[in-house]
Every structure is written in C-alpha cells, then in structure tokens.
C-alpha cells in the first residue's frame, strides 16, 4: 500500500493534470496610478505568484461605481486581461472607494432602492471591462476613516443589506453569462469595526474578507512602533486589554464575529513607515519623534523595495528585531530616523500563523512596492507550492 501511495504521488508530482488544487489565495492590490507616476505598468507583475489581483480603485459618482481614473483606467484593464493569457486561473476584481473614496457608501447604503442602482452599477462595470468580482473597501461604516466621509448609526445593518444585494445581482449575471462572479471586502481589523459591522452576516454574502493587518502604527502620528506587529508587545503602552493593536488580535476578532476561517485572508504590507528625530533610547522604537521622515513617493512612506536598496546596508542604520511583535525595524541613532516594515523573516511567521489557523490565504498591500519580489515569493512558495 505504501508503495502504491508513493507510486501515485510521484506520478502527481510529475503530471499537470494531476496538480493539487489551490488551497490559499493569494490577493494583491495593483494601484492604477503606478503606471505613470511610478513607473509600473500592470505588465511588470508576476502574475504567476498570485490568485487574484484587485484593482485599486473605482469612484462612486450619483450612486454608481465609475471609472477612478479615466485617464489611465482602459490601459491598465487591458494590461491586466493580458496577463490572465498567460495565467488563466488568475482572477481580477475591482476595489471600490477605498480611503479617499468611500465618502457616499452610506448614502448608497440607505435604502432598498440607491443599493439596488448600486448593485446593477457594480455588474455593468464588472463586465463591461472583463473582470471576475468586485471588492468592497468601505472605510469605515458608522463613523471614522476621512472626516469628509457620509456616516450614520444605520450603516451597520444598512452595509449587510448593500453586500446582499450586490451579491444578489452578481448571482443573477453571473447565470446569464455562466460564470461565478466573486463579491470580497477589505475590513478594518480594529475593535470599532467589529462593534460597527454584523461581520458573522456579511461572511455569508461576500466569498472572503481581506483583513487589512496593518497601520496600527504610521507616521500620522508622533510614536515610532511597528507597522504590522503580529502580537502584542509589553513595551507598547498603546496595547490595552480591548485595545486589540497587533494583528492576531484582529483576526480573532473575526472569528469570534462569526467569520469562517477559510472567508479570512490575511492582509500583509509590501511599504513600511519612516519617521525622522526619534530619540536613541530604545533604538527608536516606541518614542515619541519629530515627525514624518522622507518617503520614497510621499512623505513618511517607503516602498519595500527602497527599504532595502538605500536604507537596510547603508552606515548607521541598524536592523533589530522585535520578538515580542515578530516584526523587524531600522534605526540610525545619529539622523534619529527609525523605520518600521515587514522583511522575509517577518512575513515568514506571518505566513506560518495563516497556515497554522487554517486561514484562507493572504492579501497584499501593494504589488508595486515590492519591485524585486523579496516578499511575494516567499508568499507564493508557502501558499501556492
């Protein structure tokens, strides 16, 4: 019998038809400005280290998704559909709204009829461009996110009753055209959401949740820590018992709401953060700096790719390691600059806790700041192989 069982793996490993399905997702998130203003057009992805590639982002104009960016939209889309050619199982979404853009969902999300003009806004614009879902980024139902943003009590129950309908048309296209159209949203891991949401009915109507793991520390604010730490940290002092700051805390928070663990996907950042006059105790970490430092594309901002490439081998910095949060950091004690990120040894734990739950895959925040693919790779080897 063992014999056999070798006998039929072996013969698995060598004959495609016989490959073992895709167990985990792996999502990334192409923005449509890299392709002027950062140099990376869609061609430039490896589209074979991913599942699906969400599409960051469509506007919402009288209550319709619409083009974000008319100017450079149609080239991407069509940047994108040629890479499907090549890789026929990946799948393309939209996002819609996103930070800057989700100021009239709860307008949208008020009554049966603005959800139902919505939803069939949703479907025209998903196939009239080719795509295989739409993701909803609604920052934030009920209250927080930009201060411009429309929010009332209502949004909780009304963001339900908005993914059902979505849902519900997408159901309805999708039988017409004989395809399954995907509905995916990227939520806030942070208490406030979960109280916000009724996120054990929003799992029934979407096919996953992307969890956005990280921001728990930026450059918004003053205090240097860590961009994604997985657990919490003694040395924290913004840890609480309920404050829920570390990214196993948000994911349990989840699953305690109700969410399948195969519908959580893990959202993981390929930037890190930078600020400038930390003060050397602690080697920066967890003190109160001047402000922002210099970003790659925007101040307080570093791509991956520029982490590694002017800052991780450059005199006077110093990478240390934070085993309590599982995450790395560098600081250079003369300039006072401390920069916060995740490297392969970090995502390595990351993507161990992802298997080791069961969880459905990871997400990624975003493709083109990871210009070398040090971080997607790994990723790939772990969840795709």
Same mark, same amino acid.
């Given at each position: 019998?063992?014999? @056999? !069982?070798?006998?039929? @793996?072996?013969?698995? $490993?060598?004959?495609?038809?016989?490959?073992?399905?895709?167990?985990?997702?792996?999502?990334?998130?192409?923005?449509?400005?890299?392709?002027?203003?950062?140099?990376?057009?869609?061609?430039?992805?490896?589209?074979?280290?991913?599942?699906?590639?969400?599409?960051?982002?469509?506007?919402?104009?009288? =209550?319709?998704?619409? #083009? %974000?960016?008319?100017?450079?939209?149609?080239?991407?889309?069509?940047? !994108?559909?040629? @890479?499907?050619?090549?890789?026929?199982?990946?799948?393309? #979404?939209?996002?819609?709204?996103?930070?800057? $853009?989700?100021?009239?969902?709860?307008?949208?999300? &008020?009554?049966?009829?603005?959800?139902?003009?919505?939803?069939?806004?949703?479907?025209?614009?998903?196939?009239?461009?080719?795509?295989? +879902?739409?993701?909803?980024?609604?920052?934030?139902?009920?209250? %927080?996110?930009?201060?411009?943003?429309?929010?009332?009590?209502?949004?909780?129950?009304?963001?339900? &009753? !908005?993914?059902?309908?979505?849902?519900?048309?997408?159901?309805?296209?999708?039988?017409?055209?004989?395809?399954?159209? &995907?509905?995916?949203?990227?939520?806030?891991?942070?208490?406030?959401?979960?109280?916000?949401?009724?996120? +054990?009915?929003?799992?029934?109507?979407?096919?996953?949740?992307?969890?956005?793991?990280?921001?728990?520390?930026?450059? $918004?604010?003053?205090?240097? +820590?860590?961009?994604?730490?997985?657990?919490?940290?003694?040395?924290?002092?913004?840890?609480?018992?309920?404050?829920?700051?570390?990214?196993?805390?948000?994911?349990?928070?989840?699953?305690?709401?109700?969410?399948?663990?195969?519908?959580?996907?893990? =959202?993981?950042?390929?930037? %890190?953060?930078? $600020?400038? %006059?930390?003060?050397?105790?602690?080697?920066?970490?967890?003190?109160?700096?001047?402000?922002?430092?210099? =970003?790659?594309?925007?101040?307080?901002? @570093?791509?991956?790719?520029?982490?590694?490439?002017?800052?991780?081998?450059?005199?006077?910095?110093?990478?240390?390691?934070?085993?309590?949060?599982?995450?790395?950091?560098?600081?250079?004690?003369?300039?006072?600059?401390?920069?916060?990120?995740?490297?392969?040894?970090?995502?390595?734990?990351? #993507?161990?806790?992802?298997?080791?739950?069961?969880?459905?895959?990871?997400?990624?925040?975003? &493709?083109?700041?990871?210009?070398?693919?040090? !971080?997607?790779?790994?990723?790939?080897?772990?969840?795709?192989?």
């Amino acid at each position: 019998m063992r014999a @056999l !069982l070798l006998g039929l @793996l072996a013969a698995c $490993w060598f004959a495609p038809t016989c490959a073992a399905p895709v167990a985990n997702k792996v999502v990334g998130y192409y923005i449509a400005w890299a392709r002027d203003a950062r140099n990376f057009s869609p061609e430039k992805i490896d589209a074979s280290k991913l599942t699906h590639i969400n599409y960051a982002f469509a506007n919402i104009v009288d =209550g319709k998704v619409v #083009l %974000g960016y008319p100017d450079v939209d149609a080239k991407n889309f069509e940047g !994108l559909r040629a @890479l499907k050619k090549t890789n026929p199982k990946l799948k393309l #979404l939209v996002s819609v709204g996103g930070w800057a $853009w989700s100021k009239h969902f709860s307008d949208v999300a &008020l009554a049966d009829a603005s959800r139902t003009v919505f939803a069939d806004s949703v479907v025209v614009y998903m196939q009239k461009y080719q795509l295989d +879902g739409v993701d909803i980024d609604w920052e934030f139902p009920v209250g %927080g996110g930009d201060p411009g943003n429309s929010a009332r009590p209502e949004d909780k129950r009304n963001f339900t &009753l !908005l993914l059902q309908a979505v849902r519900k048309a997408l159901d309805a296209a999708g039988k017409k055209a004989k395809q399954q159209y &995907l509905l995916t949203i990227a939520s806030n891991p942070g208490p406030d959401y979960l109280r916000n949401t009724e996120l +054990g009915e929003v799992a029934k109507a979407v096919d996953w949740i992307n969890v956005m793991g990280y921001d728990y520390h930026g450059p $918004w604010g003053k205090r240097a +820590g860590p961009l994604a730490p997985l657990w919490a940290d003694a040395k924290d002092d913004t840890q609480t018992a309920t404050s829920g700051r570390f990214v196993a805390a948000g994911i349990e928070g989840h699953i305690k709401a109700g969410v399948p663990l195969n519908k959580i996907v893990l =959202g993981v950042p390929f930037y %890190g953060y930078v $600020w400038k %006059g930390c003060p050397d105790a602690m080697h920066g970490q967890y003190q109160t700096c001047a402000g922002a430092g210099k =970003g790659t594309w925007e101040e307080g901002s @570093l791509e991956y790719a520029d982490i590694v490439a002017n800052y991780l081998s450059q005199p006077g910095f110093t990478r240390y390691w934070n085993d309590a949060t599982k995450t790395p950091w560098l600081y250079n004690p003369e300039s006072g600059i401390y920069i916060t990120y995740d490297d392969p040894e970090s995502m390595g734990h990351k #993507l161990d806790y992802v298997v080791k739950q069961k969880l459905g895959g990871v997400m990624i925040w975003e &493709l083109t700041t990871d210009r070398e693919r040090a !971080l997607l790779a790994p990723i790939a080897r772990k969840l795709l192989h």
